[in-house]
């Protein structure tokens, strides 16, 4: 009796031990190891502050600690950054880019160079939502609202065709009949920030309230830039008087194609694993990115040292607005890739 009740008890160990092991592996998977945040921009941009100040406290909530380093992979508006993490890192968990808020759906849009199908991307999160864009220019630009835009051509920066400085200009081009002519090429946004200045550009689309107060304020309080409309889907306290552009649209069509990009700035920092990251590892990521958003340290951090304000999206969130995208009618889909896919 004594002998089979042991064996019962090693069968059952035997049994129960994979078991066991695969929900300590992502613990025993990542203790010695080195995350690797590729960030799709420059260093001292903006994301490369915010992929920074995520990296230090996420790693202490993923199970076994891992060390981390920032690898800066600019160009294209982050889409280097983003076909480097969906197809030639590392698929095992050790690597999460943070790029653009239009990367989410870039091949949606078809946007030429995307290697990739964002309803297979682990999305992770943003820690920044729903900001108020600007369509931001210089107070001595030929044009300083969206009708004079319509008759004068306003020149504007951007660093790649997917970003939002370069994808909302032609957005409205398309839908108002504005004038904006897209400068591309700019190494991040202080570059276009100093072309501004120097008069080579009027001003740019994109930007976050926010974020101008933060960075540039002295261009608010000596009324260097005029804001010309709010690139947003519901108005900013802030901006009393200056149009909201969903309200300039010229049709109920116009208005859903405006709606469904602009609701691109919920995820106004995605955080992303690559496709076929282990399932369990996966789940370790969005758990450790779900504590970061919660533990006082990060939120002191960040509400410190990152110009626009906390407001997460989780990657459930995130995940829906992927699946709302490619809901969309295809004639609907068709119009908005003509003004998005940028050569």
Sequence with gaps: MK?????????GLLCASPHAARAQEPANFYAGKTMTFVVG?????????????LAQHMTKHIPGNPKYIIQNMPGAGSLVAANHVFNVAQKDGTVIGLFSETIPLAPLWKLKGTQYDPRQVGWIGSTSGRPTALVLVRSDAPATTIDGAKTAEVVVGATGPGTPSA??????????????????GYSGGPAVNLAIERNELHGLLGWSWASLNAEKPDWVTSKFVTVMAQLARKPNPGLAGVP??????????????????????EMNRPFAAAP???????????????????DPSFIEDATRSLPDPLEVTNWKEMTDYVEQGYSTPPETIDRISKIMALE
């Design 3 to 11: 002998v089979r009740a042991l064996a019962f008890a090693l069968a």
């Design 41 to 53: 921009f420059v260093s001292g941009a903006s994301m490369d502050a915010t992929a920074r100040v």
């Design 167 to 184: 994808a909302y200009p032609r957005l409205l081009n398309a839908l108002l009949g504005t004038k904006f002519r897209v400068v591309l």
């Design 244 to 265: 909201l552009i969903v309200d300039l649209a010229q049709t109920p069509e116009d208005r859903k194609i405006m709606d469904l990009v602009f609701r691109s700035q």
């Design 276 to 294: 076929g990251v282990p399932a369990d590892r996966l789940k370790a990521l969005r758990d450790a990115f779900d504590a970061t958003m919660a």
